[in-house]
């Protein structure tokens, strides 16, 4: 079994000009087998003449060109044409006779250029061949002319059927190509976003921060130590993004899961944003996809926080169902606040402090429509909106598995 594959993989690895040409040479050695001797095409039946010098020339003429076929579909099916015409006009009747369906086919099929002028000439061509076979003394009467020349078309026709399906299917092809990279495009895209998006903004935050605190040097140096082991968490999880992105990258990558939501959650603290985190139930040993989309649904909505509401009271609630999760992201609405989706205002009530400077970094909408695309494509739930007491919330619903 495992030589057949190995033969069969050596075959299609030959050029088709080769493997046409086994086939041609297959055919011509059949025209000389004594059982099939006149047990070809006939046309005009004329009574057969047995095989003289000028016969190998004939089947020459009508095998050969098959190893072109499909390369220069044209020069074989005139040549085998001709050869086919000598074939009928010396009434050799040899098996070879069946090149011409088989070039007409193959022609249909790959001619690209001057489809209708080959088709005109050589349906012109037909009328003097019958004109020649009847002057020869053929019985064939019209109908049997016609009749042969309806299944030349249907050869033409099944060839053009075949070219016309090939064609579908690479269109097919190329649209699930631009459909696939198009996709990977906005995946990229959300990727980079929730990556960059949630340590730049902490940075910011901390770096604002900073300059508030030149009269307290153990806490600047705190703050800018923050600062610094953001931008190193930064690299690191671009560069492994950059690994998702490479093709031929050999190490074991890996997606964020919900057992990095502690880690999360404490690196937005260090950023000045006051989060309770609370976890309800035991995580299941493996969630696939839910257990990233959980993550990218804390993360982004802890980078909201950050960005609108620095400073005001966060909760962080993620519940591990039997089927499902289900992550509650909210702020109370003090301090200064913006919702996400209208862009950044100052709290009246406390006026400009350090967190309003974060509103300035504003927002493209694309994160909380990235999650709802995210939640949406496993089956789940998602909403975000303001609060009436002010404030944001973020709920989505989770599955464990996508929808079958």
């Known amino acids: 079994?495992?030589?057949?594959?190995?033969?069969?993989?050596?075959?299609?690895?030959?050029?088709?000009?080769?493997?046409?040409?086994?086939?041609?040479?297959?055919?011509?050695?059949?025209?000389?087998?004594?059982?099939?001797?006149?047990h070809g095409t006939q046309l005009g039946d004329l009574p057969a003449r047995p095989f003289d010098a000028l016969t190998i020339v004939v089947i020459?003429?009508?095998?050969?060109?098959?190893?072109?076929?499909?390369?220069?579909?044209?020069?074989?099916?005139?040549?085998?044409?001709?050869?086919?015409?000598?074939?009928?006009?010396?009434?050799?009747?040899?098996?070879?006779?069946?090149?011409?369906?088989?070039?007409?086919?193959s022609a249909g099929a790959y001619l690209e250029r001057h489809r209708r002028l080959t088709a005109i000439l050589l349906s012109a061509a037909y009328l003097p061949l019958a004109l020649a076979l009847d002057r020869l003394g053929s019985p064939e009467g019209p109908e049997g002319y016609v009749t042969f020349y309806l299944l030349l078309v249907v050869g033409w026709g099944i060839g053009s059927w075949l070219r016309s399906t090939r064609a579908a299917e690479a269109e097919r092809r190329r649209h699930v190509?631009?459909?696939?990279?198009?996709?990977?495009?906005?995946?990229?895209?959300?990727?980079?976003?929730?990556?960059?998006t949630h340590h730049v903004t902490a940075m910011v935050v901390q770096a604002e921060a900073a300059r508030y605190l030149t009269a307290a040097p153990d806490r600047l140096d705190a703050s800018l130590s923050a600062v610094t082991d953001t931008g190193r968490r930064a690299i690191a999880d671009l560069r492994h993004l950059l690994d998702l992105l490479t093709p031929d990258h050999d190490a074991d990558v890996r997606l964020a899961s919900v057992g990095e939501l502690q880690a999360l959650v404490e690196q937005t603290r260090r950023a000045g944003q006051p989060v309770e985190f609370i976890e309800e139930g035991t995580p299941a040993r493996s969630t696939g996809s839910a257990e990233f989309v959980t993550y990218r649904v804390v993360q982004e909505s802890l980078t909201n926080a950050l960005k609108y509401a620095h400073g005001s009271r966060t909760v962080v609630r993620v519940r591990f169902g039997e089927k499902e999760i289900t992550v509650e992201v909210g702020t109370d609405g003090s301090g200064s606040h913006t919702d996400p989706r209208n862009g950044p205002h100052t709290d009246p009530r406390n006026g400009p402090h350090i967190g309003s400077h974060a509103g300035s970094l504003g927002g493209s909408g694309r994160g909380l429509a990235g999650l709802r695309e995210r939640v949406d494509a496993l089956g789940g739930d998602f909403s975000a909106g303001g609060q009436s007491g002010g404030g944001f919330h973020v709920r989505a619903r989770i599955p464990m598995e996508s929808p079958s």
């Open 1 to 38: 079994m495992i030589e057949l594959r190995r033969i069969t993989d050596l075959w299609r690895r030959l050029d088709v000009t080769i493997r046409d040409l086994s086939f041609a040479l297959l055919l011509a050695v059949a025209a000389f087998l004594p059982a099939l001797h006149d």
């Open 60 to 105: 020459a003429l009508e095998c050969l060109p098959l190893a072109v076929r499909r390369r220069w579909p044209a020069v074989c099916l005139i040549l085998v044409s001709l050869g086919f015409a000598l074939d009928q006009l010396r009434a050799y009747h040899t098996v070879t006779g069946t090149a011409l369906a088989i070039a007409l086919v």
């Open 177 to 196: 190509a631009e459909t696939t990279r198009a996709a990977e495009r906005i995946r990229i895209a959300r990727e980079l976003h929730d990556v960059v």
